[in-house]
């Protein structure tokens, strides 16, 4: 009568060390549930407080950008919008130092996209301007009138026409310089996305990263048509848009701007190209800018976050954040 007694203790005794280690697993993967979740709670906090202090930076060169519009209205690369910050501390980020490292673009010294096509119809000037951008910095001609299509698909009616019609002259212009690139006509609607950044760009079939990576340097997309400002572009851009311009003699004219003869207006810059034949009212380029890329990093030794923003400066309120774009 003893060992049926002794079998019941023991299946006891087993039944409840079975019950222990399901109580003890369940534990366990509740607490590493919980550690997950404690992990991604601090992880959101962390992003969070790293895209305020990044805010903040763009609140301080939304700032250098208005003081520096009150100083002069002319935009020069000696601003002092054109001073990096590398490396400052900003604070804690995570429990680590924080630094941020920042600069200011002037997408004026660029050629713009956005100016392909203008009331419903391309530019006729502005299309061989790209052409001819693209051609001396390296991207073939197939793949600059790949770029130029897809642009003008998407801005035929970026704006209202106006209620002048196009003369003779001009019309046939502008549809050769839609022929230039490709298309026979341009459509009344738009028929892609509109483009924000040249980096959406790299989404359309057939154009490659390389040659986005070869125009970065020279080309951006604003929301409007923009003039380049002589006091900022490179020689690569001005040798573009004023026909006749070699490069050569546009890094020339440029050594002097850049060791202090800034041009003081567009006539300024008309008469020292030396280039007679030129009209002034044909050279729309000027010395002053509206349009600014923020570009800020965000680092500690265990994580870097990144953020970019358009601002749009009138010179008479503080800039405006057009668009941002975070990342890590």
Same mark, same amino acid.
């Given at each position: 009568?003893?060992?049926?007694?002794?079998?019941?203790?023991?299946?006891?005794?087993?039944?409840? /060390?079975?019950?222990?280690?399901?109580?003890?697993?369940?534990?366990?993967?509740?607490?590493?549930? *919980?550690?997950?979740? &404690?992990?991604?709670?601090?992880?959101?906090?962390?992003? !969070?407080?790293?895209?305020?202090?990044?805010?903040?930076?763009?609140?301080?060169? *939304?700032?250098?950008?208005?003081?520096?519009?009150?100083?002069?209205?002319? $935009?020069?690369?000696?601003?002092?919008?054109?001073? #990096?910050?590398?490396?400052?501390?900003?604070?804690?980020?995570?429990?680590? $130092?924080?630094?941020?490292?920042?600069?200011?673009?002037?997408?004026?010294?660029?050629?713009?996209?956005?100016?392909?096509?203008?009331?419903?119809?391309?530019?006729? +000037? =502005?299309?061989?301007?790209?052409?001819?951008?693209?051609?001396?910095?390296?991207?073939?001609?197939?793949?600059?009138?790949?770029?130029? +299509?897809?642009?003008?698909?998407?801005?035929?009616?970026? =704006?209202?026409?106006?209620?002048?019609?196009?003369?003779?002259?001009?019309?046939?212009?502008?549809?050769?310089?839609?022929?230039?690139?490709?298309?026979?006509?341009?459509?009344?609607?738009?028929?892609?996305?509109?483009?924000?950044?040249?980096?959406?760009? &790299?989404?359309?079939?057939?154009?490659?990263?390389?040659?986005?990576?070869?125009?970065? #340097?020279?080309?951006?997309?604003?929301?409007?048509?923009?003039?380049?400002?002589?006091?900022?572009?490179g020689p690569e851009?001005?040798?573009?848009?004023?026909?006749?311009?070699?490069?050569e003699r546009a890094?020339?004219?440029?050594?002097t701007r850049d060791?202090? *003869?800034?041009?003081?207006?567009?006539?300024?810059?008309?008469?020292? &190209?030396?280039? #007679?034949? /030129?009209?002034?009212?044909?050279?729309?380029?000027?010395?002053?800018?509206?349009?600014?890329?923020?570009?800020?990093? !965000?680092?500690?030794?265990?994580?870097?976050?990144?953020?970019?923003?358009?601002?749009?400066?009138?010179?008479?309120?503080?800039?405006?954040?057009?668009?941002?774009?975070?990342?890590?």
């Open positions: 009568m003893i060992r049926p007694a002794n079998a019941q203790s023991g299946m006891a005794v087993i039944a409840m /060390l079975l019950l222990v280690a399901v109580i003890a697993l369940m534990a366990s993967a509740l607490l590493a549930r *919980q550690t997950t979740v &404690l992990y991604g709670v601090q992880n959101e906090h962390t992003r !969070l407080q790293g895209q305020w202090l990044l805010r903040g930076e763009i609140s301080r060169s *939304q700032v250098v950008l208005y003081d520096e519009a009150r100083r002069t209205p002319v $935009t020069r690369l000696d601003g002092r919008w054109r001073q #990096p910050r590398n490396g400052a501390i900003v604070g804690q980020l995570g429990g680590a $130092t924080a630094r941020i490292f920042s600069e200011i673009d002037d997408e004026q010294a660029k050629f713009n996209l956005r100016n392909l096509v203008d009331n419903g119809e391309m530019d006729a +000037r =502005e299309t061989a301007a790209f052409l001819r951008l693209c051609a001396l910095v390296g991207v073939s001609r197939e793949q600059a009138s790949l770029i130029a +299509r897809r642009v003008a698909t998407s801005l035929v009616d970026a =704006e209202s026409p106006g209620n002048e019609q196009l003369n003779d002259q001009d019309a046939q212009a502008a549809q050769a310089a839609a022929e230039s690139i490709g298309l026979s006509h341009l459509s009344r609607r738009e028929l892609a996305p509109r483009l924000r950044d040249l980096s959406d760009l &790299l989404a359309v079939p057939g154009i490659s990263a390389s040659s986005i990576t070869r125009l970065q #340097p020279y080309v951006t997309m604003l929301p409007q048509r923009s003039w380049i400002n002589a006091n900022t572009a851009v001005l040798a573009a848009w004023v026909p006749g311009l070699t490069l890094k020339a004219l440029l050594v060791n202090g *003869q800034w041009f003081i207006n567009r006539g300024d810059f008309t008469r020292r &190209l030396q280039m #007679p034949e /030129l009209d002034e009212i044909d050279i729309m380029i000027g010395i002053t800018s509206q349009w600014f890329r923020f570009n800020g990093a !965000l680092r500690t030794p265990q994580r870097t976050l990144l953020i970019q923003a358009l601002l749009f400066d009138n010179k008479a309120n503080l800039p405006q954040v057009i668009w941002l774009r975070e990342g890590t």
